[in-house]
């Protein structure tokens, strides 16, 4: 598959800002570790890779000495790959053709990472998952009985480049940031949608060219950046990482 993927990020993000990174949840109900990912109740056996889409929900941008920004739009597009686990060598869990968010900024710039090639991944490595679309929310407090599924997005080193004003100032991304899928199935205007949240800490700029003027280096962290995810031929029961 021939994917081209953007990730657009506003200028609040290209300045340092590290931030530890989150924990991975762990339910209360014991389960087990993913054994197979099943998608609108079908197993799947080979594996198969299965069309996803999604729009941005909401989340924020952290950088050093410049705050925290609103994300206000983005979409995100790709595979899920719907079989047993763990999936053949050099598949992953989630393959993106496209993941942008649009953030707010001091400066009003919005700047713009463009990656080919299927480089964008997630994985998803939680211990304790459960059958059924049942693995949600977010932490004990409330005295729920499980937790979203964890796990990690990377972009990889030679995968992706950011460009400002018309490529006079470039720079390269990479990084892994903690990631999280919510089984809930819920319904927005018509469409039934799960969740992917992106959370923490992980990724930075390198190598940023003399029209950067020296800002596009360093760390920034992504504050629950959420997407309400659907399989592209339309969500039934959903996307299910089972043990």
Not at 85 to 105: E, F, K, N, Y
Not at 111 to 122: D, L
Not at 158 to 184: K, N, Q, R
Not at 212 to 230: H, R
């Amino acid at each position: 598959m021939q994917l081209h993927k953007t990730l657009t990020l506003g200028a609040a993000a290209l300045a340092a800002g590290l931030l530890g990174l989150a924990p991975a949840a762990h339910a209360t109900v014991s389960g087990g570790p993913i054994a197979s990912v099943w998608v609108n109740g079908v197993a799947g056996s080979p594996n198969t890779d299965i069309p996803i889409d999604g729009i941005f929900t909401n989340g924020t941008v952290s950088f050093a000495g410049g705050g925290t920004h609103n994300c206000v739009a983005g979409t995100v597009d790709g595979i899920v790959d719907r079989g047993p686990r763990p999936v053949p060598t050099g598949q992953h869990d989630m393959v993106l053709d496209l993941l942008d968010i649009d953030c707010a900024t001091p400066l009003g710039i919005s700047a713009t990472v463009s990656a080919a090639g299927e480089c964008i991944y997630a994985d998803f490595e939680d211990d304790n998952v459960h059958t059924g679309t049942v693995d949600t929310h977010t932490d004990n407090t409330q005295g729920h009985q499980f937790d979203r599924v964890a796990g990690l997005l990377t972009i990889p080193p030679g995968c992706a480049t950011i460009d400002l004003f018309g490529g006079f100032c470039s720079a390269d991304v990479w990084g892994t940031v903690p990631a999280y899928f919510d089984e809930h199935v819920k319904a927005v205007s018509g469409s039934n949608y799960q969740e992917l949240h992106l959370d923490g800490a992980g990724l930075a700029l390198h190598n940023q060219s003399f029209g950067c003027f020296g800002q596009m280096t360093g760390a920034f962290a992504l504050n629950d950046i959420t997407f309400d995810i659907k399989v592209t031929a339309g969500t039934t029961s959903g996307i299910d990482f089972r043990p």
